[in-house]
């Protein structure tokens, strides 16, 4: 387990959401844009909406029309008045700014995501992460947008991918985005976190899907290998927190807990074996989130962390009664040094599966 032990945070409660969610009536009558909507964020975050709030409409921007149809076909969403399917792509930015229209946040989630792809097609991922990001930003700016979060990742901070590289690019995008809205344009924010449990080509299905087609042992890149943890649900509830919190500029990252690889492995499967496979081509044994350079440009609340351009002038402008505080001089936020971790009971919980008999 390392030689932290098990945050009581995520002992007591781990399925614990985010503070700050926004009120009913914040989102109400409002029209809200997902980008890459029918991926796995997308979807969680669409029937969280339809569930919580009241949007006049919720637009799922996207450009595979197969999990569009399946969505508008989902018995949850499909007698909606307030939904609508829109077929594009982010490298399009006239597509964009004819969606933005009437648009009062976006949730920018589109991406090229899996890195040996990104590796064998670089021109692609540039593409669709960085160009991509830059059309969101000027198509918001066009439409007049109210506000805009984009999805981050923990590989952004000192990257040794290519996606990495193209994700730090595009939180730089959306960062300095400010610099060209102006005071009265749209506000721009980053939400970076780590792996999501049970999301598309994330480990846990497919440790899953190899038990279930009978395998003896379990591949492990590394028994060292540390990575942060967070379930869709939460991630869910952090954007929508950081929606109603954001001034424009901030990069949010969650406070969540770390656990190593084997032990999940260990957890999902107790009876097989391990077999360590080496770590691929540009993973890293650790991910970091805020590394110590950013730290003299980041802020710590009570559940997350915000890296800032200017720290002061934002700390003026926090809400009365809301904790914040600057982190320590050479403050380093990564997944093997991190104070919260996981254990088996936490981790199926996080999951919401039993304890095992």
Request: charged letters at 25%.
């Amino acid at each position: 387990m390392n030689d932290q032990s098990v945050s009581p945070m995520w002992r007591a409660d781990p399925t614990s959401r985010f503070a700050g969610q926004p009120e009913p009536e914040f989102l109400r009558g409002t029209s809200i844009l997902v980008t890459g909507g029918t991926g796995s964020f997308g979807q969680a975050f669409v029937r969280t909406i339809v569930q919580r709030y009241r949007p006049a409409k919720l637009i799922v921007f996207s450009r595979d029309e197969l999990k569009q149809f399946e969505m508008q076909n989902d018995p949850v969403l499909r007698d909606l008045d307030c939904m609508r399917f829109f077929i594009g792509d982010v490298r399009s930015r006239d597509r964009l700014e004819m969606a933005f229209r009437e648009v009062d946040y976006v949730i920018h989630a589109a991406a090229l995501k899996q890195i040996p792809a990104a590796e064998y097609n670089p021109f692609e991922c540039i593409q669709t992460n960085v160009h991509g990001a830059e059309n969101v930003v000027t198509a918001a700016i066009h439409a007049g947008v109210k506000c805009v979060i984009a999805l981050s990742s923990d590989k952004a901070a000192n990257p040794t991918n290519l996606y990495g590289a193209s994700k730090l690019a595009a939180d730089k995008i959306f960062v300095a985005a400010r610099n060209v809205a102006g005071a009265k344009g749209p506000r721009f924010a980053v939400v970076r976190y780590g792996n999501v449990l049970g999301s598309r080509g994330s480990v846990i299905p497919f440790f899953r899907s190899l038990v279930a087609q009978g395998a003896t042992r379990l591949p492990i890149t590394d028994a060292r290998m540390t990575r942060f943890w967070i379930t869709l649900a939460q991630g869910v509830d952090f954007v929508l927190s950081c929606l109603r919190r954001m001034q424009g500029g901030e990069i949010f990252i969650p406070k969540i807990p770390s656990m190593r690889v084997i032990d999940l492995a260990r957890c999902l499967a107790p009876d097989l074996e391990h077999h360590i496979v080496g770590i691929r081509h540009g993973e890293k044994l650790h991910e970091v989130m805020i590394t110590e350079e950013d730290s003299r440009n980041t802020l710590e609340f009570d559940d997350r962390y915000a890296m800032i351009p200017d720290p002061k002038a934002y700390r003026r402008a926090v809400p009365a009664g809301l904790a914040v505080r600057e982190v320590p001089e050479g403050f380093r936020y990564a997944s093997d040094t991190n104070p919260e971790w996981l254990d088996d009971a936490g981790l199926r919980a996080l999951l919401g599966e039993p304890a095992p008999a």
